[in-house]
């Protein structure tokens, strides 16, 4: 089992390398965008253009319009996030409740922060 999940870790570690070469990004950690076409000129990694594509066609119906605006931002501001969710919707049907409560703990998060 655990050398399954290894074997799975480096195979997505190995994705991210490849889709992160040639992304690149003005946005420095802390970094504030001031206006919406300061937010157009921020580049996105391409896992996270996905993950919001993602969540948008399976998980969107879960959450309330707030929750929707803060977990497509968690999804855009955090490559690892986006990552994981990503991976919990590679098996849809299987991973529903699991997938589920990953998106309630993230926004409980937010929520506290």
């Given at each position: 089992?655990?050398?399954?999940?290894?074997?799975?870790?480096?195979?997505?570690?190995?994705?991210?390398?490849?889709?992160?070469?040639?992304?690149?990004?003005?946005?420095?950690?802390?970094?504030?965008?001031?206006?919406?076409?300061?937010?157009?000129?921020?580049?996105?990694?391409?896992?996270?253009?996905?993950?919001?594509?993602?969540?948008?066609?399976?998980?969107?119906?879960?959450?309330?319009?707030?929750?929707?605006?803060?977990?497509?931002?968690?999804?855009?501001?955090?490559?690892?996030?986006?990552?994981?969710?990503?991976?919990?919707?590679?098996?849809?049907?299987?991973f529903t409740a699991g997938r589920k409560a990953w998106i309630e703990l993230r926004l409980k998060e937010i929520q506290e922060t």
């Amino acid at each position: 089992m655990i050398g399954h999940l290894e074997h799975q870790l480096e195979g997505i570690q190995a994705e991210f390398r490849e889709t992160w070469k040639g992304e690149k990004s003005t946005v420095l950690e802390g970094s504030v965008a001031t206006s919406p076409s300061a937010m157009a000129c921020i580049p996105t990694h391409s896992l996270s253009r996905k993950a919001r594509e993602q969540f948008l066609e399976l998980d969107m119906a879960l959450v309330s319009p707030d929750e929707l605006a803060h977990f497509l931002d968690l999804l855009t501001d955090n490559v690892i996030f986006a990552d994981t969710y990503l991976s919990l919707t590679k098996d849809p049907v299987r991973f529903t409740a699991g997938r589920k409560a990953w998106i309630e703990l993230r926004l409980k998060e937010i929520q506290e922060t």
